[in-house]
């Protein structure tokens, strides 16, 4: 299995523009979650999903951000307007539930720059 | 309002020598513990996780202690390797029966000299 796979890479955008994130998790997880990451906060959670629906958005900052499920491999954070506060490592990652414990896999991110 | 709360922020072992770091909570309802490893522009990887009814650990040269009554876990990496340079994170998780959520402490980043 190729792991959890995040697009773009790296994305430099102006202020006000729209930045869509894209996330594909590991085939057959049933949960998939979306964390930034800046030096300040460290790991947020923003939004989980499990089997596609969304279960807590508390950690979604404000209105300008949204996230979707369309199906189970695929699924995209949307930050529209963007701003130069939101500039972060935004992570996603997928897991599948079991009686242990939550073991999460994480794609690689991508290092988000509003200018 | 943050509920697992990680120290230090930073740390500098020498090489051989022993890395610990501390995480504390307060909510009794979290019943796993896991650590994520992160190297530089990588996501976090699992290392090694425990649940409250076992008060130790151990994997290799990674521990975890876990003090049930104090709500604290620490993780202790012995014979530390310049390779184990990395930030570590502690975890908490919740499971509500329907759903589970793990909340991340701010991160320990490690620095192993030679």
């Known amino acids: 299995d190729a792991g959890v796979i995040q697009s773009p890479r790296h994305e430099v955008t102006e202020m006000g523009q729209e930045v869509t994130l894209r996330c594909k998790p590991i085939?057959?997880?049933?949960?998939l979650f979306w964390y930034r990451q800046t030096m300040m906060r460290g790991l947020e959670l923003l939004i989980y999903?499990?089997?596609?629906?969304?279960?807590?958005d508390s950690g979604m900052p404000e209105d300008r951000f949204s996230a979707k499920m369309p199906n189970a491999s695929f699924s995209t954070l949307k930050i529209q307007p963007s701003e130069p506060r939101d500039s972060a490592v935004y992570f996603c990652a997928s897991s599948l539930s079991n009686r242990s414990g939550l073991k999460l896999f994480f794609g690689s991110g991508t290092q988000l720059s509003v200018l | 309002q943050q509920q697992v709360k990680q120290s230090p922020q930073s740390l500098i072992v020498q090489k051989g020598g022993i890395s610990i770091i501390n995480c504390a909570y307060e909510?009794?309802?979290?019943?796993?513990f896991p650590w994520y490893q992160q190297f530089p522009g990588k996501g976090p990887a699992l290392l090694i996780a425990i649940r409250p009814d076992v008060s130790e650990k151990k994997e290799g040269r990674f521990t975890i202690s876990f003090n049930k009554s104090a709500k604290q876990f620490s993780l202790h990496i012995m014979d530390s390797q310049p390779g184990d340079s990395a930030t570590y994170f502690c975890?908490?998780?919740?499971?509500?029966?329907?759903?589970?959520?793990?909340?991340f402490g701010t991160g320990t980043r490690l620095q192993v000299t030679l």
């Open positions: 999903f499990n089997n596609n629906v969304p279960i807590d």
């Open positions: 085939s057959g997880h049933d949960y």
């Open positions: 975890a908490a998780l919740i499971n509500t029966g329907t759903a589970s959520k793990l909340t």
């Open positions: 909510n009794t309802a979290f019943d796993y």
